[in-house]
Every structure is written in structure tokens, then in C-alpha cells.
């Protein structure tokens, strides 16, 4: 079993200089935290994985194909493997908790 902090997460986020922090990582999937700032460009590509995306806070769209969804605090967004997706008109600053199955990276071609 684990036990994650958020606030301790949100430090090892900022002090790491990145957008992704990976914290978890198991055979069967693994967990991120993703912040985007409000205004960013999501550079993201399509993943090998399944992805569950979970709203800590903020505001943006979701974008998949041609289809455009509203998000904020709360929101829990699904979308498979090689679908390209992405956060656009990040209008407050987007936390989200990222979980790919199987974890990230395991099926990268």
C-alpha cells in the first residue's frame, strides 16, 4: 500500500521544473501529476496507454478529434491509447492527476 500527499506532491512538482512528475509506478498502471499554467500549449502526444485524467483544479477545454468538452475541478476525463487529445484555452491553472494502464512508458514504441 501507498499513501500520497498532494501538498508534498505539488513540491516535488514545482521544485522539479517539469510538467509531469511521476510518482507511482506498478505492473499494472501508473499515477502523474500534470499542471499546465494558465495560457500553456498541452504539447502532448497520443500514448501507448489508456488514460484516466482526474481535474484537482482549474479551467480548459478538452479536445479529442474534432470534439470540445468544458473541464474543471472534478472532472474525470477517460480516452484510449494513440487517441490524440490535449488541453486547450487553459483559462486557470490545470492540475490534473493522470493515471495510464499499463503505466506509462510500457507499451512506447
Do not use: C, N
Request: negative net charge; without cysteine.
Amino acid at each position: 500500500m501507498d499513501v500520497f500527499d498532494l501538498k508534498d506532491l505539488l513540491k516535488e512538482h514545482a521544485d522539479s521544473g517539469e510538467r509531469s512528475l511521476g510518482f507511482m509506478f506498478r505492473d499494472a498502471l501508473s499515477m502523474s501529476l500534470y499542471i499546465l499554467p494558465a495560457g500553456a500549449e498541452d504539447m502532448q502526444k497520443p500514448h501507448t496507454e489508456d488514460e484516466v485524467y482526474y481535474v484537482l483544479s482549474g479551467k480548459a477545454t478538452w479536445v479529442v478529434g474534432d470534439e470540445t468538452h468544458p473541464v474543471e475541478e472534478g472532472a474525470i476525463i477517460y480516452v484510449d491509447r494513440e487517441i490524440p487529445h490535449k488541453f486547450i484555452d487553459i483559462t486557470e491553472e490545470l492540475r490534473l492527476l493522470v493515471i495510464f494502464a499499463p503505466p506509462y512508458g510500457s507499451l512506447a514504441k
